[in-house]
């Protein structure tokens, strides 16, 4: 079966087209990115302004015919925090519907935490014991842990990468006092949801997904990721730290030359390290492993954990936004 996984989020506008069927390992058919930076297109009420609404009308159109002439028989279209917490997030989701035919259902924090938690328990098997999750997307920061598929205890936080550059940073690169408060307002709030993730103890294993973390992974020496390769990529706390010291002095435009850093992302992932630094060091990470799969894969694997029968597949597929062919 070919599947589509259409996520708005904060940054992007991506399609991912799947070969899937029930049992079996979901497979990237292709990939469709369109860098349209929603957090961009906020008045200072944090409403999604009419220009923004537009671009994303067009963003998720384009991806529809995307989806469409790729043979995709159901597509599933959701958005995350950039729409969640806007204003006039309901005002904007009609305003798609009515020019695309595309309903895009959206998705709360715990539900993202828990999606991607799911498709990082896949990922790596029961093998890896308790897992502690951490997922830093533009508008939010998700953090996970448990042994099953389900977390024992997942949060959102808005500590996303791009939603703190807007909010925080005045300049490029940013004044040595704007950085310590952004450190200081992160490590708050990050400390005031621990406590229920920590008492079950230190993890077997502490994954990532993101963006963030595959950039800093690079910067730090990690090999590219490869078209249908699994190469074991991991992120040291000391890596981590070394970079957010040297990038807060680098303008977006020579962070964009470091290995794996995108023109697009440089910008945000000073923001991003300050979250990952202090992720690591209040959970007392020493390592992360990376995994390639995230919200889109859990998206797609739980919707076939439902497919028991096909009505149960038709009723899941409608209540997450999926239509099917």
Same mark, same amino acid.
């Not at 009419?50 to 963003?59: E, F, N, Q």
């Not at 949801?193 to 294993?205: H, K, T």
């Not at 800093?216 to 706390?237: F, I, K, N, Q, W």
């Given at each position: 079966?070919? +599947?589509?996984?259409?996520?708005?989020?904060?940054?992007?506008?991506?399609?991912?087209?799947?070969?899937?069927?029930?049992? *079996?390992?979901?497979? =990237?058919?292709?990939?469709?990115?369109?860098?349209?930076?929603?957090?961009?297109?906020?008045?200072?009420?944090?409403?999604?302004?009419?220009?923004?609404?537009?671009?994303?009308?067009?963003?998720?159109?384009?991806? *529809?015919?995307?989806a469409s002439d790729a043979g995709v028989e159901s597509v599933m279209a959701f958005a995350t925090s950039a729409i969640r917490e806007a204003p006039n997030g309901e005002?904007?989701? =009609?305003?798609?519907?009515?020019? !695309?035919?595309?309903?895009?259902?959206?998705?709360?924090?715990?539900?993202?935490?828990?999606?991607?938690?799911?498709?990082?328990?896949?990922? @790596?098997?029961?093998?890896? /014991?308790?897992?502690?999750?951490?997922?830093?997307?533009?508008?939010?920061?998700?953090?996970a842990t448990g042994i099953d598929s389900e977390p024992d205890t997942a949060t959102s936080l808005p500590l996303g990468a791009a939603r703190l550059t807007r909010h925080w940073f005045t300049?490029?690169?940013?004044?040595? %006092? %704007?950085?310590?408060?952004?450190?200081?307002?992160?490590?708050?709030?990050?400390?005031?949801?621990?406590?229920?993730?920590?008492?079950?103890?230190?993890?077997?294993?502490?994954?990532?997904?993101?963006?963030?973390?595959?950039?800093?992974?690079?910067?730090?020496?990690?090999?590219?990721?490869?078209? /249908?390769?699994?190469?074991?990529?991991?992120? *040291?706390?000391?890596?981590?730290?070394?970079?957010?010291?040297?990038?807060?002095?680098?303008?977006? =435009?020579?962070?964009?030359?470091?290995?794996?850093?995108?023109?697009?992302?440089?910008?945000?992932? +000073?923001?991003?390290?300050?979250? *990952?630094?202090? =992720?690591?060091?209040? @959970?007392?990470?020493?390592?992360? !492993?990376?995994?390639?799969?995230?919200?889109?894969?859990? +998206?797609?694997?739980?919707?076939?954990?439902?497919?028991?029968?096909?009505?149960?597949?038709?009723?899941?597929?409608?209540?997450?936004?999926?239509?099917?062919?």
């Amino acid at each position: 079966m070919r +599947l589509g996984v259409l996520d708005v989020g904060s940054n992007t506008v991506h399609l991912l087209v799947m070969d899937a069927h029930p049992g *079996a390992r979901p497979w =990237a058919a292709h990939s469709h990115k369109i860098e349209l930076r929603l957090v961009d297109h906020l008045d200072p009420d944090g409403r999604i302004t009419d220009d923004g609404i537009a671009a994303l009308a067009d963003a998720v159109a384009e991806s *529809a015919t995307v989806a469409s002439d790729a043979g995709v028989e159901s597509v599933m279209a959701f958005a995350t925090s950039a729409i969640r917490e806007a204003p006039n997030g309901e005002t904007v989701l =009609a305003e798609v519907l009515r020019r !695309t035919g595309v309903t895009l259902e959206v998705l709360n924090g715990g539900d993202e935490a828990r999606l991607t938690f799911l498709a990082v328990r896949r990922w @790596f098997g029961w093998s890896a /014991g308790r897992m502690l999750l951490f997922d830093i997307g533009g508008g939010s920061l998700e953090l996970a842990t448990g042994i099953d598929s389900e977390p024992d205890t997942a949060t959102s936080l808005p500590l996303g990468a791009a939603r703190l550059t807007r909010h925080w940073f005045t300049a490029d690169p940013p004044p040595e %006092e %704007e950085v310590t408060a952004l450190r200081k307002h992160v490590r708050a709030e990050i400390a005031r949801v621990a406590g229920p993730l920590l008492r079950y103890g230190p993890p077997d294993l502490a994954v990532a997904t993101s963006k963030t973390f595959k950039q800093l992974a690079r910067m730090a020496g990690a090999a590219p990721s490869a078209e /249908g390769l699994y190469v074991r990529r991991t992120l *040291a706390h000391t890596d981590v730290v070394q970079w957010t010291r040297r990038m807060a002095t680098m303008p977006a =435009a020579e962070r964009a030359a470091l290995p794996g850093v995108s023109v697009g992302r440089a910008e945000q992932l +000073l923001a991003g390290a300050v979250v *990952a630094e202090a =992720a690591m060091d209040l @959970f007392s990470v020493p390592q992360l !492993t990376i995994c390639p799969w995230a919200l889109r894969e859990g +998206l797609v694997l739980r919707w076939f954990d439902h497919l028991n029968d096909s009505e149960d597949g038709v009723a899941w597929a409608a209540s997450t936004g999926g239509t099917t062919g």
